[in-house]
């Protein structure tokens, strides 16, 4: 699914609490964790799921992030639970939430599966609509 640019931009934007300083920052920090530990993903029915390989500093890590997006982005509900050598982290909606949010996340995380790491400006760059949501609504940006 490609996620839309004029919907998913203002869905995310509209739903997330942080400022745009502080959403790059943290676009930043999500894609170097993504870069040495996400594994594979799938688009499941109202969500994605988000493999990460199962390490202890890792795990500690990932719960951290994933009760830091869950209070600044009300729309999502986010679940991380051991799936024998790795950790879930399952994104879903909650409603009224609009499904272009869960596109957006789906092409942020594009890069960084089974790929040599990525810069930050590499996944910006796929896509105009990612970098719309974390660049302030500018189709590129130096994150």
């Not at 997006?69 to 051991?82: L, S, T």
Request: with cysteine; net charge negative; aromatic share 6%.
């Amino acid at each position: 699914m490609t996620a839309n640019a004029e919907n998913s931009t203002y869905v995310i934007s509209g739903s997330c609490s942080l400022d745009h300083d502080t959403r790059a920052g943290r676009f930043a920090s999500l894609a170097e964790l993504w870069s040495v530990a996400l594994v594979s993903r799938e688009r499941v029915d109202g969500g994605v799921v988000l493999a990460y390989r199962d390490d202890t500093d890792l795990e500690t890590a990932i719960r951290e992030f994933a009760a830091t997006e869950q209070q600044c982005c009300p729309g999502f509900d986010i679940a991380v639970e051991h799936d024998g050598d790795r950790l879930l982290w399952t994104v879903t909606l909650n409603e009224p939430a609009d499904p272009g949010m869960l596109d957006a996340l789906w092409d942020l995380t594009a890069k960084f599966v089974d790929v040599p790491a990525a810069p930050v400006s590499a996944a910006l760059a796929a896509s105009p609509a990612t970098a719309a949501v974390f660049c302030g609504g500018s189709d590129s940006c130096d994150c």
